[in-house]
T-cell receptor, first 111, second 112 residues
Framework: DVKVTQSSRYLVKRTGEKVFLECVQD?????MFWYRQDPGLGLRLIYF???????EKGDIPEGYSVSREKKERFSLILESASTNQTSMYLC??????????FGSGTQLSVL | AQKITQTQPGMFVQEKEAVTLDCTYD???????LFWYKQPSSGEMIFLIY??????QNATEGRYSLNFQKARKSANLVISASQLGDSAMYFC?????????FGTGTKLQVIP
């Protein structure tokens, strides 16, 4: 069965902390994505990657960075967490042009 | 630039009635795909239906169908015979070659 796994379901961090959100997929997908979801704003693309060590900015990359050292793993990094980064974070993966498979999400609270 | 617009923040429908959720898109890609996802209150993202830009016929999957009008750049989701379990957020997605973008979603509530 297809699986996209996000390391944490809930996370609470303090302002200024460095935060790592991990995502692993077992489908050999080329593409991986990080979105944040906020009420009324839908899913907004933060970063995506179409190959190992490749990354592209999405629509809201400010305050985030990513890492893809292996094909199956795509990490989202908040260098210095701020309260406006409190949100639901969704990871997804896919083959080129095909449907996305999503993880169960990480609800991040920054206090 | 790719852009997806969903203009209905919320919709109500009577149980067993049909409902149409609107989606318009703006893409410069010659080949593209439109997807619809359902997100119930549990938060999981459930794939519903796909329409390719070169598909000759509108896509259908059970009670879901796509009213695809290429000239108008619209890909509206039609749900027939609504059920209480259809109450959820619905997102339209532009499946670009690499970058993939979503609309802001429509919250559908099915009334008994």
């Amino acid at each position: 069965d297809v699986k996209v796994t996000q390391s944490s379901r809930y996370l609470v961090k303090r302002t200024g902390e460095k935060v790592f959100l991990e995502c692993v997929q077992d489908m050999d997908h080329e593409n991986m994505f990080w979105y944040r979801q906020d009420p009324g704003l839908g899913l907004r693309l933060i970063y995506f990657s179409y190959d190992v060590k490749m990354k592209e900015k999405g629509d809201i990359p400010e305050g985030y960075s990513v890492s893809r050292e292996k094909k199956e793993r795509f990490s989202l990094i908040l260098e210095s967490a701020s309260t406006n980064q409190t949100s639901m974070y969704l990871c997804a993966s896919s083959f080129q042009g095909e449907k996305l498979f999503f993880g169960s999400g990480t609800q991040l609270s920054v206090l | 630039a790719q852009k997806i617009t969903q203009t209905q923040p919320g919709m109500f429908v009577q149980e067993k009635e049909a409902v149409t959720l609107d989606c318009t898109y703006d893409t410069s890609d010659p080949s593209y795909g439109l997807f619809w996802y359902k997100q119930p209150s549990s938060g999981e993202m459930i794939f519903l239906i796909y329409q390719g830009s070169y598909d000759q016929q509108n896509a259908t999957e059970g009670r879901y169908s796509l009213n695809f009008q290429k000239a108008r750049k619209s890909a509206n989701l039609v749900i027939s015979a609504s059920q209480l379990g259809d109450s959820a957020m619905y997102f339209c997605m532009d499946g670009g070659y690499q970058k993939v973008t979503f609309g802001t979603g429509t919250k559908l509530q099915v009334i008994p």
